[in-house]
């Protein structure tokens, strides 16, 4: 059994030249890659450690970046003490947005990578050699649309490399993760979006479709506070937020009614109440529990009408 993990695969880092915030996104034929393959740290930086892989490159690349090392100078320190090394292939990036990586000799073909401004997409045991370009050139027609953020433009790095061919091997497992650019106050709170396919037929696709669940809880999230301050009408604009972005989950559009209907606005409540309440109806029940804690309004008629529906 090998001593290090294979994670023969594609991966990209980068760092959004707008928020500042890093990310990188990685798929391969094999398990959990995203446990393996991707660290980051939030003010600190980024690191893709691959082919026959060395995991320290990540925690220790980190700890090396946050210790004032560039990202070259501290992918250089990693390999000069890796006797290894030309198994390796790994890309980092740093606070200042300093790019580095590294395809070592013995990497499985076809192995290679490419940087630009701020980011670097790295790939081996590739079915052909077109995968890094096309990777590069998906990121950098992403990067040139203002209307693209960084989760997106991740994702369309990774469906270039699938489309011209990807690993050899297939597809198992994907992930993302982004985290700020700036260092937060509380270690838990840079953690912008950590997602993972651990196994599936099409993890890059899937991993597109557990993004766009991300953005709608997001809204949701935003739909929450809004609401514990009472503030119905912001609430109101992030749950419809959330709705549009993932109509199927229920929980979603019952906080849209909920929204709705404490607004007095029953007119457009009663239909998603009324859809929500037909596909699961043990949501009439949470209907009545949230009036204690304010969460809906304390008016009997209204709540009476609502569960008529």
Not at 116 to 130: I, R, Y
């Given at each position: 059994?090998?001593?290090?993990?294979?994670?023969?695969?594609?991966?990209?880092?980068?760092?959004?030249?707008?928020?500042?915030?890093?990310?990188?996104?990685?798929?391969?034929?094999?398990?959990?890659v995203?446990?393996?393959?991707?660290?980051?740290?939030?003010?600190?930086?980024v690191?893709?450690t691959?082919?026959?892989?060395?995991i320290?490159?990540?925690?220790?690349?980190l700890?090396?970046?946050?210790?004032?090392?560039?990202a070259?100078?501290?992918?250089?320190?990693?390999?000069?003490?890796?006797?290894?090394?030309?198994?390796?292939?790994?890309?980092m990036i740093?606070?200042?947005g300093?790019?580095?990586?590294?395809?070592g000799?013995?990497?499985?073909?076809?192995?290679?990578?490419?940087?630009?401004?701020?980011?670097?997409?790295?790939?081996?045991?590739?079915?052909?050699?077109?995968?890094?370009?096309?990777?590069h050139?998906?990121?950098?027609?992403?990067?040139?649309?203002?209307?693209?953020?960084?989760?997106?433009?991740?994702?369309?790095a990774?469906?270039?490399?699938?489309?011209?061919?990807?690993?050899?091997?297939?597809?198992?497992?994907?992930?993302?993760?982004?985290?700020?650019?700036?260092?937060?106050?509380?270690p838990?709170?840079?953690?912008?979006?950590d997602?993972?396919?651990?196994?599936?037929?099409?993890p890059?696709?899937e991993?597109?479709r557990?993004?766009?669940?991300?953005?709608?809880?997001?809204?949701?999230n935003?739909?929450?506070e809004?609401?514990?301050r009472?503030?119905?009408?912001?609430?109101?604009?992030?749950?419809?937020?959330?709705?549009?972005?993932?109509p199927?989950?229920?929980?979603?559009?019952?906080?849209?009614?909920?929204s709705?209907?404490?607004?007095?606005n029953?007119?457009?409540a009663?239909?998603?109440?009324?859809?929500?309440?037909e596909?699961?109806?043990?949501?009439?029940?949470?209907?009545?529990?949230?009036?204690?804690?304010?969460?809906?309004?304390?008016?009997?008629?209204?709540?009476?009408?609502?569960?008529?529906?």
């Open positions: 059994m090998p001593t290090k993990p294979f994670a023969h695969t594609y991966s990209i880092v980068a760092r959004d030249p707008l928020t500042g915030d890093y990310g990188i996104a990685v798929q391969s034929h094999w398990f959990s995203g446990s393996v393959v991707g660290w980051a740290e939030g003010g600190i930086g690191v893709a691959q082919s026959m892989v060395e320290s490159y990540g925690p220790l690349g700890a090396l970046m946050r210790g004032g090392k560039t070259p100078q501290a992918l250089q320190a990693l390999l000069s003490t890796d006797p290894e090394r030309e198994l390796r292939q790994v890309a740093d606070s200042q300093n790019v580095a990586a590294h395809t000799a013995r990497c499985v073909k076809q192995a290679g990578h490419l940087t630009g401004p701020g980011f670097s997409v790295q790939a081996n045991m590739m079915l052909n050699d077109t995968v890094w370009q096309a990777m050139d998906a990121y950098q027609s992403a990067l040139a649309d203002a209307t693209v953020d960084l989760p997106e433009r991740l994702l369309r990774l469906e270039a490399a699938q489309s011209c061919g990807g690993d050899i091997r297939g597809q198992q497992s994907a992930a993302i993760k982004i985290v700020s650019g700036a260092a937060p106050d509380k838990w709170m840079g953690n912008i979006m997602l993972r396919v651990e196994d599936h037929p099409a890059v696709g991993l597109r557990l993004v766009n669940i991300h953005r709608a809880y997001t809204y949701m935003q739909g929450d809004y609401l514990g009472g503030d119905e009408g912001n609430a109101l604009l992030a749950y419809a937020a959330a709705a549009r972005l993932a199927q989950i229920v929980e979603i559009l019952f906080w849209n009614a909920v709705l209907a404490n607004i007095g029953l007119t457009e009663a239909p998603i109440f009324k859809q929500v309440f596909r699961e109806p043990a949501w009439r029940e949470m209907l009545v529990r949230l009036v204690e804690p304010g969460l809906v309004k304390d008016d009997p008629q209204i709540l009476e009408e609502i569960l008529k529906i």
